[in-house]
């Protein structure tokens, strides 16, 4: 990744969607020729100047304190993922990353799933859990997981990555009736991770292939949004069970940096835990019994 480059579109796309109402700046007489606040306007709301607010915007993010990273997220109104986006593009325009170093599972090819952690994910067979990586490859998942995202996990090849099976397998417009706010979620996540890891090869290729074969993925991915999606819901169409809503979250493991766990849970007493029920029952007991509930559910 250019990290001049997305940082000067990153704060000129910030810049723009502030109108001068939102931030208190006095409006003169006649036509504004860019949308949002001037340059001048967001350099005095942060408190320095004019002059060192357009080096700062053109990308070039080297030396810039801390303080003044703090008061330019203020004056553009960044949220927490924002402003942690912020700070890891002037990390990576110091020549440091935002991410621990070494650590245990961590191979030439990226990190792995230890055995432990393997042996966690099982033992937590009442629960959907699936263990991936930041390039959103599939690395792990235990037998409720792999059947409740049965693209992911063909029996006949290998896990798919994440983000490719999104925007590329249009499978995955029928899996998900909310298609186009998990997908732009899944852009706005992924930007956040590119500004953590600006020269990770595998990670500017798989952004590459998004860019090439999706057109939504290049229309999101230039709006320069980033969102942390570390818990939430989700919506989708299970071949098997019908529709279902489960919450989710992803957690990381410290000793494994770039591994996460996302871990599915339904709202007990409603039609979604019973329908997570019968797909337990299904994985439990894959006989004619498990299947004529399913029948019977659908």
């Known amino acids: 990744m250019d990290t001049r480059r997305e940082a ?18 006095p409006v003169s007489g006649g036509q504004r020729r860019v949308p949002g606040l001037r340059r001048e306007e967001i350099a005095e709301l942060a408190g320095v100047s004019t002059a060192y607010y357009t080096r700062i915007e053109r990308g070039d993010l080297r030396g810039v304190s801390d303080s003044v990273l703090e008061s330019l997220a203020r004056a553009l109104r960044l949220d927490r993922a924002e402003r942690a986006h912020l700070q890891d593009l002037a990390r990576a325009a110091a020549g440091r ?7 245990e599972g961590t191979g030439d090819q990226g990190p792995v799933v230890p055995p432990r952690v393997h042996q966690l994910i099982e033992t937590m067979g009442d629960v959907p859990v699936i263990a ?9 998942a235990n037998a409720l997981g792999r059947a409740l995202f049965p693209d992911l996990f063909p029996e006949d090849g290998p896990a ?31 930007r956040l991770t590119a500004g953590r890891r600006p020269g990770d090869p595998d990670l500017r290729a798989l952004i590459e292939r998004l860019r090439a074969g999706s057109s939504e993925f290049r229309t999101w991915w230039d709006g320069h949004t980033v969102r942390v999606h570390d818990h939430g819901t989700k919506t989708i169409d299970h071949p098997q069970v019908g529709r279902l809503t489960l919450s989710y979250e992803v957690l990381d493991i410290p000793s494994v940096p770039g591994v996460t766990l996302a ?36």
Not at 8 to 25: C, D, H, K, W
Not at 271 to 286: C, E, G, I, K, Y
């Open 160 to 190: 798919l990555n994440t983000a490719e099976y999104m925007f590329l397998d249009e499978r995955a417009r029928r899996f998900y009736p909310d298609w186009e706010t998990t997908a732009r979620n899944a852009v706005s996540n992924l």
């Open 263 to 298: 871990s599915y849970l339904a709202e007990p007493g409603t039609p979604d835990a019973d329908a997570l029920d019968l797909l337990r029952n299904l994985v439990s007991n894959p006989g004619p019994r498990a299947v004529a509930d399913v029948a019977q559910h659908g």
């Open 8 to 25: 000067a579109q990153f704060l000129t796309t910030a810049r723009g969607r502030i109108s001068p109402e939102q931030a208190g700046v």
């Open 97 to 103: 990353s935002g991410l621990p170093e070494g650590g």
């Open 132 to 140: 991936g990586n930041h390039l959103r490859d599939s690395l792990a």
